[in-house]
């Protein structure tokens, strides 16, 4: 291995120890990301809102989705690699999917955190680790720099 390859090693392995110390220090174990995940999108599903986009879009592919979103919060924790997917891809032609149901989203998850957060730290860096991705998704999916036209406000 050449020493390029050995300081990328040791440049990921920093940022991983990093992580796995910030999560410790706010009371964040692996354990609890399959609790986060089971828990919300247990609560997706039920919400009337939510869960019928959800379920258009996983019919019969929820247990493959879960796995998913479990190796997607751990990898965004713990920076471990263990999630490889394309969000923007994912979610663009699911129907019904519009900006606000983003807000509904994030809702439904600050309350799921209300309930299970190991603590107010971890709370706060899961939600704002959660408006950050989607508002990236709302810009990403929904956004048209046409729409900021100055001419257009001005007839």
Do not use: C
Request: overall charge neutral.
């Amino acid at each position: 291995m050449d020493q390029a390859q050995n300081d990328r090693r040791s440049h990921f392995e920093k940022i991983r120890i990093r992580a796995a110390d910030e999560m410790n220090r706010i009371g964040v174990t692996a354990a609890f990301i399959p609790v986060l995940v089971d828990t919300f999108y247990g609560r997706v599903r039920a919400h009337p809102e939510l869960g019928p986009v959800f379920d258009a879009r996983l019919s019969g592919r929820w247990p493959e989705h879960m796995e998913r979103m479990k190796r997607f919060w751990s990898a965004v924790a713990f920076k471990d690699g263990g999630y490889d997917g394309k969000p923007v891809m994912a979610h663009q032609g699911v129907a019904n999917i519009n900006p606000p149901l983003f807000q509904v989203w994030l809702g439904l998850f600050s309350a799921t955190l209300d309930d299970i957060a190991p603590s107010q730290e971890a709370k706060a860096w899961f939600m704002a680790t959660a408006e950050r991705i989607a508002r990236s998704l709302v810009l990403s999916l929904f956004y048209n720099p046409a729409n900021d036209d100055p001419a257009l406000g001005k007839a």
